[in-house]
């Protein structure tokens, strides 16, 4: 039976070591065991967040594939049949107006009921993108009850008992229009609220003003006032027609003015432009108006859109030293080629034009007349020929600094700049191609004198023959 088993015992051991994974070289000898290499892992391309060129930017937004701008711009003036805020009519159209030259398409709602509102908040909802840039501003009247800030519509009845109970049915929550703005998270959203406003009728609230307002991962929120102050409504005149085209102009409360000059400053994000508001209010009043700023965002794009010319040139102090050392580096790693020159040291190696004219031999009268002008013997007429070209040259270079000017002021439709250059361009072209023909005829007459007179010569000599 020894003898069977141990066949057995030799094939089962012969299959363990085979099953056995290999041990290398350095671990039988006691050493320590290889660790392995960790896997690496490349991002998605979707978690990737690339920075795209400002010029390629502001191509996309010429071309109307870029980010999308979408704003709510709401004012209520009239709750019932009283004016309650005279400044709200001018102050939604300067934000309107501020909005719209930053590239914003406008949703412009002025006196809406508590129905029409929320018509406006749902067609909001639906048109605004996931990864668009939204912006919502309403100024009139609003409340808190119970710790809920509350937008007061045009239908909203103010007197009577039961106030707080009345302004919780007919009135629209603020948190409706938050609801609306939300969106992802690298997508900036804005909540600009005006609203806190003294009126009697809303006197009678245990709690004034406005109330902190909870907000979602990605906005960012700034009120008039600080959480439960209150102001006088300010007196606002009628609007100029036709109205003027500064929005700070249109607008009608030191808010709106200050919030319309922020907004449409170059080079600047939203949250920036909301902080900068706040400051300048602050500042302004020595802090008698203190501006509540709640939520964040980390999205850094500018809020206004690019415009071609902007994002090409540039236009702050450190863009231009920016610019400036770049170019100082291309000139200093450039590598200088062989046999090459500036243009003013060939300039000074150009010899002085001749100043003596060209002797030729008197065509014989057997040789036919060449009916090709030749070429200018007045002296110094090849130096005005060189100049004229010179300067039809450099008028040629101008017109077509010119049009590429005018090329890239034609992207923000400005294309009668582009006619003027390429107008001035030929003209130039033109004049100095002029003036070199008018050298060459003007020494027309001299060059083809000793022709005529060895003409007159061989005449004379045959009649005495």
């Known amino acids: 039976m020894t003898t069977a088993i141990r066949?057995?015992?030799t094939r089962l051991a012969f299959c363990v070591l085979l099953l056995l994974p290999a041990v290398p070289a350095s671990a039988q000898e006691g050493s320590a065991p290889v660790v392995p290499?960790?896997?690496l892992k490349l991002p998605e391309a979707k978690d990737m967040k690339l920075q795209v060129p400002r010029a390629v930017r502001a191509i996309d937004a010429a071309l109307g594939q870029g980010r999308q701008r979408l704003a709510l711009v709401v004012g209520i003036a009239r709750n019932g049949p009283r004016l309650a805020v005279d400044s709200a009519p001018r102050d939604v159209r300067a934000l309107a107006?501020?909005?719209r030259a930053g590239g914003f398409v406008v949703m412009l709602r002025e006196d809406a009921t508590a129905g029409e509102l929320r018509e406006a908040l749902r067609e909001f909802r639906e048109?605004?993108?996931?990864?668009?840039?939204g912006f919502a501003y309403f100024t009139g009247l609003g409340a808190q009850v119970n710790g809920r800030n509350l937008l007061l519509a045009r239908d909203t009845v103010l007197e009577g008992p039961g106030l707080e109970a009345r302004l919780a049915a007919q009135t629209v929550p603020l948190q409706e229009l938050v609801d609306a703005l939300i969106g992802t998270a690298d997508s900036p959203r804005l909540l600009v609220v005006d609203a806190a406003y003294r009126h009697p009728?809303?006197?009678?609230?245990?709690?004034?003003g406005l109330a902190e307002q909870r907000l979602p991962p990605g906005m960012m929120a700034l009120f008039g006032l600080g959480l439960g102050a209150l102001q006088d409504v300010p007196a606002a005149a009628p609007l100029p027609e036709p109205a003027p085209a500064d929005p700070r102009e249109i607008a009608?409360?030191?808010?709106?003015?200050?919030?319309?000059?922020?907004l449409i400053k170059p080079r600047i994000t939203g949250a920036e432009a909301l902080r900068e508001a706040r400051r300048v209010i602050f500042d302004a009043t020595l802090g008698l108006a203190a501006p509540w700023v709640g939520g964040d965002t980390d999205n850094r794009e500018e809020f206004a859109e690019l415009k071609l010319l902007d994002a090409m040139l540039p236009t702050t102090p450190e863009e231009y030293a920016r610019e400036g050392l770049k170019q100082a580096l291309r000139a200093a790693t450039r590598p200088s080629r062989v046999g090459e020159q500036a243009v003013g040291e060939v300039l000074q190696q150009m010899p002085p034009p001749a100043s003596g004219s060209r002797s030729e031999a008197p065509p014989t009268s057997d040789a036919p007349r060449s009916t090709v002008p030749e070429a200018p013997n007045v002296p110094g007429s090849p130096a005005l020929g060189s100049v004229a070209s010179a300067a039809g040259t450099v008028a040629a270079v101008a017109g077509t600094a010119a049009a590429v000017a005018a090329g890239v002021k034609a992207a923000e439709a400005a294309a009668a700049v582009s006619v003027a250059g390429a107008a001035v361009s030929t003209t130039g072209t033109l004049a100095g191609q002029a003036v070199a023909m008018a050298t060459r005829l003007g020494s027309g007459g001299a060059s083809e004198e000793p022709a005529r007179q060895a003409r007159q010569q061989a005449a004379d000599r045959k009649s005495v023959r």
């Not at 048109?127 to 840039?133: D, E, F, H, K, V």
């Open 7 to 9: 066949p057995f015992c």
């Open 37 to 39: 290499a960790p896997e």
């Open 97 to 99: 107006a501020a909005l």
């Open 127 to 133: 048109r605004l993108q996931p990864g668009g840039l």
């Open 201 to 208: 009728a809303l006197a009678a609230l245990s709690q004034p």
């Open 252 to 262: 009608a409360s030191r808010f709106a003015r200050v919030l319309a000059g922020t």
